[in-house]
């Protein structure tokens, strides 16, 4: 049996919390023998997010969660979780996110053909109203190993859309506390021990843009942090070139990038497939939540 731990810290996000579980709590697979289990930690919100929380934990026992006593920052709970997790594989969802259709059944099955391997997938921004903004195929680097993009390119991969066996922890450690780039620290740490990144070609993760996202708000940090890590594996690059290579993953960058282009992609047919797809995956979360009697 194989067990897939998803990792949802939260904070303050109430209004997309039933969602962002729902989306990982319908996900299906091709194999029996691979099952889930949903590890919320809540990082002191001050909404309603622990009832919601605790009324989650009742229906569903595949769900398991911890309430900080004061906000530690997202490493810090992503680390609780994963303490608190069972499986032999960790998936990681931010509570503002979605997972979108046979996401990690798309994953599971690269993974356990291919060890000591970190698997992302493609994936739409949306913004705080479920519009679609745009694409993230990365064409350069689908289904194939992607280290040297990393190294080269900076961090471009939506930290929620990932999955890893929980060797990768066990060989380099938990995700690093006080940077504001915890994902890509974890994930040089990873290549530098051997294990290979791949991009899985299937569209599986919806990665929501807001105002008042942790990502934009440390945006400059964020940024410096960044380089700071390129330096130390690929020679860095310069202020302008970093922020032009690293703005599909750099939220207030993207901003700024999307709306160049937005017009043009929002008009295509493939948006208004990519909007077919997601209005399809609420739909699925809305019923099942209301079938839960959340």
């Known amino acids: 049996m194989n067990k897939i731990s998803i990792i949802l810290p939260n904070f303050n996000d109430e209004k997309y919390l039933l969602r962002a579980y729902g989306s990982a709590a319908i996900q299906r697979f091709d194999d029996s023998r ?33 309430f900080n006593d004061k906000n530690q920052g997202i490493a810090r709970s992503i680390n609780d979780g994963i303490a608190l997790s069972s499986g032999n594989y960790i998936a990681r969802l931010d509570a503002d996110d979605l997972c979108l259709e046979n996401r990690f059944n798309n994953q599971i099955k690269v993974l356990l053909r291919k060890k000591n391997t970190i698997a992302s997938c493609n994936s739409l921004v949306i913004d705080e109203f479920d519009n679609i903004l745009s694409f993230r195929k990365n064409s350069f680097v689908l289904n194939r190993n992607i280290n040297s993009p990393l190294k080269k390119r900076g961090n471009f991969v939506p930290h929620g859309s990932v999955i890893f066996h929980t060797s990768l922890i066990d060989k380099v450690g938990v995700y690093k506390i006080g940077t504001r780039s915890e994902d890509y620290d974890l994930w040089l ?15 599986g993760y919806a990665y929501r843009l807001r105002k008042s996202g942790i990502s934009i708000s440390n945006i400059n940090q964020q940024i410096k942090e960044t380089n700071d890590l390129m330096v130390g594996t690929a020679g860095g690059l310069n202020g302008a070139n970093i922020n032009r ?26 948006a208004r497939l990519y909007r077919s797809k997601l209005n399809k995956i609420l739909g699925e979360i809305d019923s099942y939540n209301k079938s839960m009697r959340l």
Do not use: W
């Open 189 to 203: 740490r990873a290549i530098n021990s051997g294990f290979q990144f791949i991009n899985v070609d299937v569209l």
């Open 245 to 270: 290579r690293t703005s599909i993953e750099l939220d207030g960058k993207l901003i700024d990038y999307s709306f160049n282009s937005m017009y043009y992609f929002l008009r295509s047919r493939l």
């Open 34 to 66: 691979v099952e889930i289990e949903i590890v919320i930690v809540d990082d002191c919100s001050n909404d309603n997010s622990r009832e919601l929380i605790l009324r989650i934990a009742e229906k569903d026992k595949r769900v398991k969660y911890k």
